[in-house]
């Protein structure tokens, strides 16, 4: 495989392998082609950074919302994310599982919350590297640190992803939708967004992201 090639000091497992089975699991979605057929049609990839839309209500209707409502306690929502990405950066969670449908092959690195340590900080090393190939559907579990998916092809990367409702938006003054877990509240940067980054990404930490990735920040050569 020439991206292992490429990156001998990651191990590129396949999402397809029993060990991504710790993270997430594969999706067989009926609405997948269109939702990928939405994606390449309505958006765009920037030529630099990532953009991410929580929600695209032109996207939603019944057909689709029953066929996923099964994987989630709450109305969803159904936004993208396209980018350049090539490196961790941070590690983020929900208090909902997450569904991504990838037009393009990428690359994820994960890990569990179960891997931070007692001070909520987490060594690059115990983050694992995975592979999707295009026109895939997974989920991931709730309990997966996760964050932007890393580009394979020159172009960038362009995903779907589907959330609880208002998940990622931006915080409201007395307007509480989701329980806070009080172990993490510290990490909150939006609704339902729990985040932790790596020191180097300045843009998180000049946010108040507190800088809990420690060792290298893991970099994807294409």
Known sequence: MKLQTLNPSLFIESVFSPSFTKYGKILDLNCSKDLISKLDKDTT????????????????????????SSHFDEEIEIGYC???????????????????????PVV??????SDLDDNFKIDSSKVKTFYV??????????STLHFAPCKVEKEGFKAIIILSNLTNTELEENNVKFNVDKKYEQFILKNNKYIICHKDATYLTKQGVKPNIIGTNLKLTI
Not at 48 to 68: A, H, L, M, Q, S
């Open 133 to 142: 190939p295009k026109n895939t559907a997974i989920v991931l579990y709730n």
């Open 82 to 104: 396209n980018g350049q990405n090539t490196e961790l950066n941070a590690l983020e969670w929900h208090s909902c599982n997450e569904i991504n449908i990838y037009s393009t």
């Open 45 to 68: 990839i920037p030529e630099k950074g990532n953009v991410y839309i929580p929600y695209i209500r032109e996207w939603e209707n019944d057909k689709i919302f029953n066929e996923i």
């Open 108 to 113: 994820l690195f994960l890990a569990k919350l």
